[in-house]
């Protein structure tokens, strides 16, 4: 069953930091304080500083004032406006090439946070003068996620436990992302923003929590129900709607914690298609602010 709509498309404006072996700069000033909370929690902090900044039609880029001691490469952080809580990473060598070494994730909830390391894989080059600079990227490929962290009402989970934790729910958001993309047209739709997705979406993948005017035609109060997580499921809807695999994390209630504790990461994930869209767009240029 499809769920077909139209979403209009906007470009996000994507931040490219390129911090002189830094570790964190923030997509824009605007997320500054998102971040600042964000690095409270995992007890790092950000750098104030930046030496040069350039700008493009739809990318940014920054240069840490800091310098390299080695007199080698940058350490290269990449964020984005509309996905503020996530970074890639890279290190650079003296001639403008770099390899990424991270996909960094930090999002939260009214429950907390969730914060992951994850592997990544590709490659790019950066050049930069007096007046502007360029980038290629080639489109990173994501692997397994490497470290974890978890803030949940208050608790903190750290070590083995988080990461197992995560990488759980790095299953199910996967499984759930690759059929919300083909019942789009494998990705044909790009939701400009977390809550345009979250209005389409949410009445189709969890209807029990939201009026009966948004519910989808598909619904009917008729057919079996079961109950999780306090919440009364139909069960019937789940099987005309959901493929099997997917059926037992909806009847379960892990889909509704998955959407309510990590719905920034279920958006990114959805979105990845979109992200290699734009790396793969060819020459990115930038002029000196």
Same mark, same amino acid.
């Given at each position: ?20 072996? %830094? ?30 900044? /350039?700008?493009?039609?739809?990318? %940014? ?21 509309? &996905? ?41 080059? @950066?050049? &930069? ?45 996967? @499984?759930? @992302? ?88 279920? /958006?990114?994930? /959805? ?19």
């Amino acid at each position: 069953m499809r769920f077909l709509g139209r979403i209009g498309k906007i470009p996000p404006t994507l931040v490219v930091v390129f911090a002189c072996f %830094s570790c964190i700069i923030t997509p824009s000033t605007e997320n500054m304080g998102q971040f600042e909370k964000i690095g409270q929690f995992v007890g790092r902090s950000l750098p104030e500083k930046i030496a040069t900044a /350039y700008a493009g039609k739809d990318f %940014s880029l920054a240069i840490g004032e800091k310098t390299d001691k080695d007199g080698g490469g940058k350490n290269i952080t990449v964020g984005f406006d509309e &996905f503020p809580y996530l970074q890639l990473r890279a290190k650079s060598s003296p001639d403008g090439s770099f390899s990424w070494t991270e996909l960094r994730f930090l999002g939260g909830s009214p429950f907390g946070w969730n914060e992951f390391t994850q592997e990544i894989i590709g490659a790019g080059n @950066a050049k &930069f003068t007096e007046s502007f600079a360029t980038i290629t990227v080639e489109a990173p490929e994501c692997g397994q996620i490497l470290s974890a962290n978890i803030l949940h009402n208050g608790g903190k989970l750290q070590g083995e436990e988080a990461l197992s934790s995560l990488r759980r729910r790095s299953e199910r958001i996967e @499984a759930l @992302a690759e059929w919300m993309r083909a019942e789009l047209n494998d990705a044909a739709v790009h939701f400009p923003n977390e809550k345009v997705f979250a209005t389409y979406w949410k009445p189709i993948l969890l209807p029990e929590t939201v009026s009966v005017k948004k519910r989808p035609s598909t619904w009917t109060n008729a057919g079996d129900w079961t109950t999780a997580e306090d919440v009364k499921w139909n069960t019937s809807y789940t099987k005309r709607v959901f493929p099997e695999h997917l059926r037992t994390l909806r009847d379960s209630g892990a889909l509704l914690r998955d959407w309510e504790e990590a719905l920034p990461w279920l /958006y990114f994930v /959805y979105e990845w298609n979109y992200i290699q869209r734009l790396f793969s767009a060819g020459e990115i240029k930038l002029v000196r602010r």
